[in-house]
């Protein structure tokens, strides 16, 4: 079972930056696609960014695009969420997660990642 330990988070001026990394305990994280969702108070918990288990492929939600990278290190078991030109509307709590299937390509769906961290909070002051 991978166990996921997010950090980063914290409080930023709009238009700021953070780094977000995702730290997992266990060696088949390079077995797994992974994701970053987010959920704002009274919201769903949106996927906004994924990356396929060999790094050759990722996603990113329509609020993400140009803004957002996602990257991860396997040797390092290790994902990250560069977020730059930081809005309001990006305050919202950020988990990241691993698909339960080895090897898989990336999904959109939140029912396919089963393994979570505890979430980070990111605060973008206007």
């Known amino acids: 079972q991978v166990q996921l330990v997010e950090s980063g988070g914290g409080l930023v001026q709009a238009g ?7 730290a997992a305990s266990d060696h ?8 970053w969702f ?3 108070p009274g919201k769903e918990r949106d996927l906004i960014a994924a990356i396929s288990w060999s790094r050759d492929n990722t996603y ?20 990250y969420l560069q ?20 090897y898989s390509g990336i999904s959109t769906s939140r029912a396919d990642y089963r393994y979570w961290g505890q979430g980070t ?4 002051s206007s």
């Open 16 to 22: 700021g930056s953070l780094r977000l990394s995702c």
């Open 28 to 35: 088949t994280f390079s077995m797994h696609t992974m994701g």
């Open 38 to 40: 987010r959920q704002a």
């Open 60 to 79: 990113y939600a329509d609020s993400a695009k140009g803004r957002f990278t996602i990257s991860r290190d396997n040797f390092k078991k290790t994902m």
């Open 83 to 102: 977020m730059n030109s930081l809005k309001p509307e990006d305050t919202a709590v950020y988990y990241c997660a691993a698909d339960q299937r080895p």
């Open 121 to 124: 909070q990111v605060t973008v």
